[in-house]
């Protein structure tokens, strides 16, 4: 194992880094215990047939063996609904009938963030740069705005829009927290009491940003947005902001490949000499930091999780797909919207030459170019929005062995903080691990407001409109995912315009 100086240690541990797992993982990569994952071969890209990609726009129906049905509903204690059409032995579910069999289940679900990182790429600006010099100029007085409320803190806790009148929004952790709230409101109002937790949510944090994560959510339990509804709510709303949380460990960031074989632990972050940069090993570890989050969950009578990136305003629990998933008997569903070219970092349904579907992600799995001829061959891309949907049943069992076989890829990075290499597990790359999957294929504006880069969330909260410099498919994208903004905050998130900001209309 490579040996470290005590100066390069002592910056390691301050930083809260494992060296132990670090020099681990970077002995494995040296030895080539890696180097059999290659990037993911895309043969072509599935089409939506309704079947195993099922469309969301037009509203799904479904058709199952009712036995089948009525073994699900008695093993949760609820009755087939009345209004079901019978034939042959099987009942229809209309997209009505999916949205109230999905209410029902509401109770026997949890909801779950990805919030193991910091906003590195985010506010970086040579990442910023991906539309070109010409679109982040025109931006760049918004980037200055919120880039001091994003760099180096937890990306959750960043501003998750900009107000119409220039001032920073809610974040993303407080916007899920209301929108929760917000449903469980609904759910009292047309079902009563669940008799148990409602949506209760969960969390991978980071040794990194752990305790700042449990400091503002103390204080997010007064903010003005939270509180009141919360109080509202009597004793369903108590303690609206409580995570159960995993911790996942932080390593350190390795030298980049142009430095050859073997790597090193990376030690000029910034420039400066002993300076480790730490860093995630991928959100692709949940499924060994949330592994006894989610065994906790399914003994406490929680039959599906959701489980998603904290950074997609789009990322709510939704009654149809969890009625689809509920009544194919899926162990897991995945949301997919058509790429637009704001998607430039995620992944990407595939399908390889054996069959296999999985997500390939852009960089590290699938490269741009890649990607881009398939696009050229008329292929419709269906990009992964970061959200999964899981049967507690399937996966709990499988969670040690999920998280042995979920691949490590080592990627290139250059940013502001220097270039290196990231060891990450990817955590969508789950699907190939799966025997098969639901995919829904949703409205981008609709269900995939993501922000992996400041201009994005830029351009989302309406910046730039108008403007000739913008091209004109960014543009129209743009205008596109404003509308779908401003649409969730009135909707899901229950949010009233007033004068220029977004706020609690009570």
């Given at each position: 194992?490579e040996?470290?100086?005590?100066a ?9 880094i ?271 930091i ?34 689809l ?65 899981f ?35 990817v955590?969508?790359?789950?699907a190939s ?11 981008k ?15 989302t ?46």
């Open positions: 194992m040996a470290i100086g005590e390069l240690a002592r910056d390691m541990r301050s930083k809260g494992d060296i132990g797992l670090t020099l681990s993982i970077l002995e494995d990569f040296n030895s080539g215990l890696y180097d059999g994952i290659g990037a993911v071969k895309a043969a072509r890209v599935p089409e939506v047939d309704g079947r195993r990609v099922i469309s969301m726009k037009d509203g799904p129906s479904l058709d199952v063996p009712k036995a089948g049905a009525r073994a699900l509903l008695d093993s949760l204690g609820l009755g087939l609904p009345p209004e079901l059409s019978e034939s042959a032995g099987n009942l229809r579910f209309d997209t009505k009938a999916l949205a109230a069999l999905g209410e029902r289940l509401l109770p026997f679900a949890a909801w779950g963030v990805l919030n193991g990182g910091s906003a590195t790429s985010y506010a970086d600006r040579k990442k910023n740069l991906a539309y070109g010099e010409e679109v982040f100029a025109l931006l760049e007085p918004g980037f200055e705005s919120l880039e001091h409320l994003c760099r180096d803190h937890p990306k959750g806790l960043a501003p998750a829009y900009l107000n119409p009148d220039g001032s920073p929004g809610a974040s993303f952790l407080l916007l899920k927290v209301r929108a929760r709230l917000v449903a469980l409101r609904s759910h009292l109002a047309r079902q009563g009491s669940p008799g148990r937790p409602f949506l209760p949510l969960f969390q991978m944090s980071s040794s990194g940003n752990d305790a700042v994560l449990a400091e503002a959510y103390a204080e997010m339990a007064g903010d003005p947005l939270i509180a009141p509804l919360a109080s509202s709510l009597g004793a369903e709303g108590s303690d609206p902001t409580r995570f159960a949380t995993g911790i996942q460990p932080m390593i350190a960031a390795f030298t980049h490949s142009s430095e050859g074989r073997p790597r090193r632990v990376f030690d000029r972050a910034w420039g400066r000499p002993d300076s480790a940069l730490a860093l995630p090993g991928g959100h692709g570890q949940s499924f060994r949330l592994a006894d989050v989610l065994r906790k969950l399914r003994a406490s009578g929680t039959r599906w999780a959701w489980l998603g990136n904290v950074d997609n305003l789009g990322f709510l629990p939704d009654p149809v797909k969890l009625a998933l509920a009544l194919t008997g899926e162990p897991a569903g995945f949301e997919f919207s058509f790429r637009t070219p704001l998607d430039v970092k995620g992944g990407i349904l595939v399908e390889t030459a054996e069959g296999a579907r999985t997500v390939a992600d852009i960089g590290p799995a699938i490269a741009f170019d890649e990607l881009r001829r398939l696009e050229e061959a008329g292929a419709s891309i269906l990009f992964n929005c970061a959200t999964g949907l049967d507690l049943d399937w996966l709990v069992p499988r969670l040690d062995d999920i998280a042995r076989r979920l691949p490590v890829r080592v990627s290139d990075q250059d940013k502001d903080s220097g270039r290196y290499s990231q060891a990450e597990q955590t969508w790359e789950v691990l799966l025997p098969s999957f639901l995919s829904y294929a949703v409205e504006n609709d269900r995939f407001l993501a922000a992996k880069l400041l201009v994005e969330t830029l351009l909260s309406g910046l730039g409109r108008g403007d000739p410099r913008l091209p004109p498919e960014l543009a129209q994208a743009a205008l596109g995912l404003h509308a779908g903004l401003e649409a969730k905050l009135a909707g899901a998130y229950g949010l009233a315009l007033r004068q220029g900001r977004w706020s609690d209309p009570g």
